[in-house]
């Protein structure tokens, strides 16, 4: 069955620091991936997908995720984080039913 | 704006009580979903819908119902035999089964 695992359950950088969050997930076929971000009490934003193609993937607000075919990872970073990205951010993929499978989020903190 | 909207953001019922969450949307989208959201277990699937006039269950459907009369409409109603209804509900739509857009959500509290 495809699922996806975020290990990590709470992350806290300073403002201005690198950031990666990690996401690995389960599933037989190519899949398609997503990152959403979701701010307190907000539904959730999406930030990139990655269907097929280049592995390296642009999204929006300065967000980017590399596909590791190898590492069934598809782990989401930014090289300089905002105090305005603190959020719970969500990684997910589609299963063969076109239904997404999320991951249980990994919630950023943001120190000033 | 294209969007959609849920209704009513926060919502307080009684044990035994059936209570109905709205979704619209006008982004003319076909397939319109429900999940439920509990801290730290991520989101999961109650029902979906990817035509009018039919719906299926997802992983957790059980003590919900949905109705899909029209394009823009997909109410979910949380019914007395949902063992722990409090949660936070979101409804999402699509129209090419592969990029979600999702509502504000609708918070579910059973006092």
């Known amino acids: 069955a495809q699922s996806v695992t975020q290990p990590d359950i709470h992350i806290t950088v300073s403002e201005g620091a690198s950031l990666e969050l990690r996401c690995n997930y389960s599933?037989?076929?190519?899949?398609?991936l997503f990152w959403y971000v979701q701010s307190p009490g907000q539904g959730l934003q999406l930030l990139l997908k990655?269907?097929?193609?280049?592995?390296l993937v642009q999204g929006i607000k300065g967000f980017e995720a590399e596909f590791k075919r190898s590492q069934s990872s598809f782990n989401l970073r930014k090289p300089s984080v905002h105090w305005s990205d603190a959020a719970e951010y969500f990684c997910?993929?589609?299963?063969?039913?076109?239904?997404?499978?999320f991951g249980s989020g990994t919630r950023l903190l943001v120190r000033p | 704006d294209g969007g959609i909207t849920q209704s009513p953001k926060y919502l307080f019922r009684k044990e035994g009580q059936n209570v109905t969450l709205s979704c619209e949307q006008n982004?003319?989208?076909?397939?319109m979903y429900w999940y439920r959201q509990d801290p730290g277990q991520g989101l999961r699937l109650i029902y979906y819908?990817?035509?009018?006039?039919?719906?299926q269950k997802g992983d957790i459907a059980e003590g919900y119902s949905v109705s899909r009369e029209k394009k823009e409409s997909f109410p979910l109603t949380v019914t007395s035999a949902q063992k722990n209804p409090t949660a936070f509900y979101l409804c999402?739509?699509?129209?090419?089964?592969?990029?979600?857009?999702f509502g504000a959500g609708s918070r579910l509290t059973v006092l």
């Open positions: 982004l003319n989208h076909d397939a």
């Open positions: 999402a739509s699509s129209t090419d089964r592969n990029v979600l857009t």
């Open positions: 599933y037989g076929a190519t899949p398609y």
């Open positions: 990655y269907f097929s193609g280049d592995t």
């Open positions: 819908s990817q035509i009018v006039n039919d719906f």
């Open positions: 997910a993929v589609m299963d063969s039913s076109y239904k997404l499978i």
